[in-house]
């Protein structure tokens, strides 16, 4: 990966010493026109995970099902309602249109020229001239080249046309699909200590959840999108002049950008002030929005260099007149740096996962269904606990060597070996008994208190005394005779 941009061939002396711009959403965006599919699946993967989105609401989001919108089952037929559908019937090349890239062409002038122009009070509230505005909407509708530096037009007729154009929309620039998703992402607050919820925003997974929503939508709504929001954000950082703050605006596009097409305040009710806060955390945060996640981009990269199947035939050719011998040790290397680099990728999403488990099991409401996920993490908390350093092994018991020879006496005279050896080391030294202790012990008339291996032994010796005089006396009477 480091080697995409080493090495530019160019002929034209005139541009190499041009800087060399390099899109870190190269991959992410050859990845979503390529292989859209792989692409939804990674990016919805994770905002499942960052908001809770019940089956229905998941379908919605994928396109699935139809979305289910507040007021859409209303009968009752306002002013504000009725007005809004007959406008929309009068469809033309550029209003009332769905968005192509041709009205995004259109309309960019009007956004090219507000650059221009931050500084005039009450812009976007103000109202223009009607019969101005009508003029400058003919003229976009048709195609014809407008001069808006011509002093024609006042800031004040293009700043209420641009919102005309987004109002005549058939659906709100961030689509109907993602309505559901974007009331889940204001209810992203932090917690604390004690793992309840509080009513502080959680202003980076609310961030990180609209960069994943805003891949995924359509082409030309993401584009026309950003424009909208840089213009915004440089509006209300010009409000000391222009008195219009990232609140007030998002006052008067919130309708435009998020909220479901032919409803009224009435129809929102409680989820009014979740919508106008976010397209003013929009406004406030709108240089973050439209860069994809690390992880993403680290994703779509390793899709890409980590798979043999995209070299096209002028880099074999261009390997094989260059020697490719010479190649192959930098092939091997760049490939098992590659594998490393997606293992330890594996590893710390494993432990991240791990992470918001155990925060997620923490911030549960007490239930028997909580206590018993922390029995589980009490009974392998090197497992599941993130964090935890792995237990050290105990050391091996060392066994007691046994003999085979104590072995065969523990077996045979089933006495345990640590008497046998008391027993040996206590042995008596064989004792010689004269005829005096002979007598003795035949007076002694209780045994008891010896061992019947002493009296074997002392009976045996006894015997053999006998013997022994005996011979002795039969000796004298033979010399006798």
Known sequence: SDAICNFVICNDSSLRSQPIIFNPDFFVEKLRHEKPEVFTELVVSNITRLIDLPGAELAQLMGEEDPKLPGANSTASGFFRSLMSLKRKEKGVVFGSPLTEEGIAQVSQLIEYLHKNLRAEGLFRVPGNSIRQQILKDALNSGTDIDLDSGEFHSNDVATLLKMFLGE????????KHFHAHLKIADLMLFDEKGNKTSTPDKERQIEALQLLFLILPAPNRSLLKLLLDLLYQTAKKQDKNKMSAHNLALMFAP??????????????????KLNNGVTFMIK???????????????ARLHYLGSRAHTSKDDLDLLTSSGSKELQPLKSQKRSRLDSCHQEETQQRTEEAL????????????????????RQFNKHPAALTPGSDLPASPAPRRTRSRSFSGLIKRKVLGTPVILERKSRDTTPEPVRVSKENVQLLQKCGSPAHMSQAKLKSLEGQKEESCRHMRARLLSKDSSSL
């Not at 909220?259 to 409680?270: K, M, S």
């Not at 918001?356 to 909580?370: Q, T």
């Open 169 to 176: 929309l058939p659906e709100p620039l961030l689509t109907h």
């Open 256 to 273: 435009h950008i998020l909220w479901p097409r032919n409803v009224t305040a009435n129809d929102l009710q409680e989820n009014i002030t």
């Open 285 to 299: 945060h709108s240089q973050k929005l439209f860069k994809a996640p690390v992880y993403i981009r680290e994703c």
């Open 355 to 374: 992470k918001e488990l155990f925060r997620h099991v923490h911030n549960m409401p007490d239930s028997a269904k909580k206590k018993k996920l922390i």
